[in-house]
């Protein structure tokens, strides 16, 4: 069975300086691990997604995330924080063949001026 | 771009009512899935529909809850008598091909129905 762990409620960074999510995870099998945004009021977008090929994975907006099997990790970084980028996270995982896509609690993610 | 749409984006309702969310896919999309999210909660599966059935579902997708594909674009979700507890935002998804796959994997969501029982 699945399950996803992010481990920060909130982070709160000022902008211009780096941001880094964390989501740890668990999985019966190869698992296809993804980051969603949601920005308020709004659905859920997808970042960036990792399906077993590099495991350093670039999304957009300057978003990328590496997948560490050692770990069992699966961090959201960006370099430069920007005031859009204020939104909730979510890491999400889905085991390989698998129909059921499990969501994490979710990061919310303060950006100050 | 193809894109997921839901109607309506808002519905109040009484509860004990029937309520029906409504979901247009994205055209050559094969899998397709509702998600809700309580208010300042997690987003928590509710099921997944595959070739006219239901693939996999979780334990709050109770006997109150069915889906339909009733034709070849709409998927529906239906709660039969609402309860307060059932006010959430209502997201589907579809997906081309399963996780791990050659086509991705990833899931595209509409914008949300907002459901308010009161």
């Known amino acids: 069975a699945q399950s996803v762990t992010q481990l920060d409620s909130h982070v709160s960074v000022s902008e211009g300086t780096p941001v880094l999510l964390r989501c740890n995870y668990s999985?019966?099998?190869?698992?296809?691990l993804f980051w969603y945004v949601q920005h308020p009021n709004k659905g859920l977008q997808l970042l960036l997604k990792?399906?077993?090929?590099?495991?350093l994975v670039k999304g957009i907006n300057g978003f990328e995330a590496e997948f560490k099997k050692s770990e069992t990790s699966f961090h959201l970084t960006k370099p430069s924080a920007h005031m859009s980028d204020a939104a909730e996270y979510f890491c999400?995982?889905?085991?390989?063949?698998?129909?059921?896509?499990?969501f994490g609690a979710g990061t919310r993610l303060f950006v100050k001026a | 771009e193809p894109e997921v749409t839901q109607t309506p984006s808002h519905q109040v309702t009484q509860m004990g009512q029937e309520v029906i969310l409504r979901c247009v896919p994205i055209s050559n999309h094969l899998y397709f899935y509702w998600y809700r999210q309580i208010l300042g909660q997690k987003v928590e599966f509710l099921v997944s529909f595959y070739n006219n059935e239901i693939s996999e579902k979780s334990e709050i997708f109770d006997d109150q809850f069915s889906v339909e594909r009733p034709d070849g674009s709409n998927f529906t979700l239906k709660i039969r008598s609402t309860k307060l507890e059932d006010s959430a935002m209502y997201f589907c998804?579809?997906?081309?091909?399963?996780?791990?796959?050659?086509?991705?994997?990833?899931?595209?969501f509409g914008e949300g129905s907002r459901l308010t029982v009161l």
């Open positions: 999985s019966s099998y190869s698992p296809s």
């Open positions: 999400v995982v889905s085991d390989a063949g698998g129909f059921k896509t499990i």
């Open positions: 990792y399906t077993s090929a590099a495991t």
């Open positions: 998804a579809s997906r081309v091909g399963l996780a791990g796959g050659p086509l991705g994997g990833e899931l595209f």
